[in-house]
């Protein structure tokens, strides 16, 4: 734990020194605003933010492990944790880990499913690595079908679709969708038609004992920042262009407006929504098209790279948890010998982050 030693006031912000060094700067209505006593014990505010004066100043400050406040609308002091104020104003203690291929190929990160529901520190570094990585590949699953569920039983919900509660990843005579046939399926992410797009994917392995069909799998904000780095331009085109996504059945019309690469408002990137086979004609001047289809070429060939993808092999009792919104994922193609099945659901990133966050409690570190 470390102390605040100082404090500067300035006209609309307080600067703050922590013991080891860092120093931040807090407006003077948001530390009102977020003041331990104006929140009920269930963590929900109960005063009206609205209600604060646009140019509220403190009466007096004081530091320590507590920073304690005495506003000039309230005659009690606030008070805020030292640490708490540390984390809470954008400084990660859990940064989110990008990766190539290349250096991930030897240490995927494997955990068992009874050691997850049996062991919390164990169930922890699952959904640790799920949120720093974007991926977890889990065994000793049992091969009977559903039992996909006992794994997002782990940490939340089911994120139901038309797909339904579940879906059949195998040969189809008049399939709905590629996934369902036994060809090659290049980098990509599900369902970007959606809006929300699912956060989460489960893509568990019944049998395979067919040849081929090899799992890959692609951190796509890795990729984004190799394609900023080669081509800036083509990375603001995929960040600033959107394109429509869509998926039409019997009973369903899906439409989604959306950039290729998502970006945070630093600029970085922080989400990816590629998938050649739902993304629709583009509608873009003639003398802009050309531009955006290089750039689209340029990100698909990096993600096709073979330096910036793991691959494996899932076999029966196997599944693979991943940050839809983060990792690609395809397959090598496979032969019509043998038997291929896996089932495959949807979950939502928040309901992991959420258990993560309940077990990480004791140790101070929040994704």
């Known amino acids: 734990m470390t102390a605040i030693i100082a404090s500067v006031a300035g006209e609309r912000s ?60 309230d005659p009690a002091p606030a008070s805020y944790d030292a640490d708490w104020l540390r984390r809470e104003h954008g400084l990660p203690t859990q940064p989110r880990k990008r990766w190539a291929g290349a250096d991930m190929q030897d240490q995927l990160p494997r955990f068992s499913l009874s050691d997850c ?38 940490f939340g919900y ?17 399939p709905s969708n590629m996934a369902f046939t036994s060809a090659t399926l290049s980098a990509h992410t599900d369902n970007p038609y959606r809006n929300p797009v699912p956060g989460l994917q489960l893509l568990h392995v019944l049998a395979n004992s067919a040849a081929g069909g090899e799992n890959t799998l692609v951190d796509g904000l890795w990729v984004a920042e190799q394609l900023r780095k ?35 408002r630093q600029g970085r990137a922080n ?25 689209h070429r340029q990100f698909s060939q990096l993600l096709e790279d073979t330096g910036n993808r793991v691959m494996f092999k899932l076999a029966a009792g196997e599944a693979m948890l991943f940050d839809n919104t983060r990792i690609l994922h395809g397959r090598l193609g496979y032969t019509g010998d043998g038997h291929r099945h896996l089932q495959g659901c949807y979950a939502d990133l928040d309901s992991l982050t959420s258990k993560l966050r309940v077990l990480q409690r004791d140790t101070g570190n929040h994704p």
């Not at 014990?41 to 530091?63: F, R, Y």
């Not at 690595?129 to 997002?152: C, K, M, N, R, W």
């Open 117 to 154: 529901q049996t062991n919390n520190s164990v169930l922890r570094q699952m959904l640790d690595s799920v949120y720093t990585l974007g991926f977890a590949i889990i065994h000793d699953v049992p091969t009977h079908e559903q039992s996909l569920f006992d794994v997002i039983d782990l």
């Open 14 to 73: 307080l600067s703050l020194t922590w013991s080891d060094g860092l120093t931040r700067e807090f407006a003077y209505i948001w530390l009102r605003d977020n003041a331990r006593e104006v929140r009920h014990a269930n963590g929900q505010k109960i005063i009206e933010t609205t209600d604060i004066p646009l140019d509220i100043k403190p009466q007096s400050v004081s530091t320590g492990k507590l920073l304690e406040i005495l506003w000039q609308d």
């Open 158 to 174: 089911v994120r139901e679709t038309n797909y339904g509660r579940l879906f059949d990843v195998r040969v189809e005579h008049n």
């Open 271 to 295: 989400a990816v929504r590629f998938n050649n086979r739902s993304m629709q004609a583009l509608d873009l001047p003639a003398d802009e098209t050309d531009e955006f289809y290089a750039a």
């Open 230 to 264: 080669l081509d800036p331009a083509a990375f603001d085109l995929l960040a600033n262009t959107e394109v429509e996504f869509r998926f039409q059945s019997d009973d369903v019309d899906l439409h989604n407006r959306t950039t290729i690469i998502g970006v945070d």
